[in-house]
């Protein structure tokens, strides 16, 4: 493509309207979206990672999407597989003449795309593994805060993916040679924020709304198709307390609080790591959620078209 920019993402705290606006501006500009969530990579998990699928359909239009429902829900995708993933997606787009546009709200899987982190496929290493299961939590944290700048507080959420993380970390340690060419990309940056207080009240009135919609009933036919707790307790959020909830270990209304509490705390954990993206250099287009939809693309349109 012949021009400034090579992909525009669109990012964001969860709740905030980025989907609408990514799916109405590929409309207008001849785009097609990449989906940069961590979750809903996955098959049946469908309301509660806010997929929100009737959204990509714009005055009778459907608008395409990739990274969407690409592997079965009990699967643990990751970081490195959605680099893989979204340079093929990218490619196609391109090749069609197309502008793919990346939308999401997971800072680390934006940040391997567009800053082009060197990843591998770290293989397991058991005998490292036998030896840290015998490790607290915060003694893993220790140890991982002592071997890399944490690129997400996810990593130490459970002793699993501490483990892992620190697995990879002494892979990388073992292995200085490696290194994987991945493409610079031209990318636009497009932040949408509301006020805090709006963002609370929005975050509030979305669980609800998801609540009634079946949100429950989704977790429970995961857990009848064979998806064991510690993997829904691995994927978080509303899928971690839904499952503490349906397994009788919180009453409903400290499921709803507590899950209500999470939500806001990893919206603000969200815009924590967009504030540090910026202060490593990145430039962010901060549009105001307020804003209507079409004076939002007529603003990105103008910074596309700015030399």
Sequence with gaps: MDQKYELITILGPTACGKTTLAVNLALEINGEIISADSRQVYRGMDIGTGKDIDDYT???KQIPYHLIDIVDAGYKYNVYEFQQ?????????????KMPILCGGTGMYIDAVTKGYKLIKVPV????????????????SLILSKTKNMHNKSDISTKKRAIRAIEIEEYY???????????????L????????????????QRLKQRLDEGMIDEVQTLIDK??????LLYYGLEYKYLTLYLTKQLSYNEMFTKLEIAIHQFAKRQMTWFRSTERKGVKIHWIDGYTPIGEKIIRIKSLLNEI
């Design 58 to 60: 714009v005055n009778g």
């Design 85 to 97: 993933d979204f340079i093929r997606s990218y490619n196609n787009i391109s090749e069609k003449n």
């Design 125 to 140: 290493n058991n005998e490292l593994r036998k030896k840290l299961e015998k490790i607290s939590l915060d003694e893993l």
């Design 173 to 187: 340690k073992s292995n200085p040679e490696i290194d994987e060419n991945y493409p610079q990309i031209k990318c």
């Design 189 to 204: 940056f497009i932040g949408v924020k509301y006020d805090r207080d709006s963002r609370r009240k929005q975050i509030s």
């Design 226 to 231: 064979g998806i064991n707790s510690e993997t």
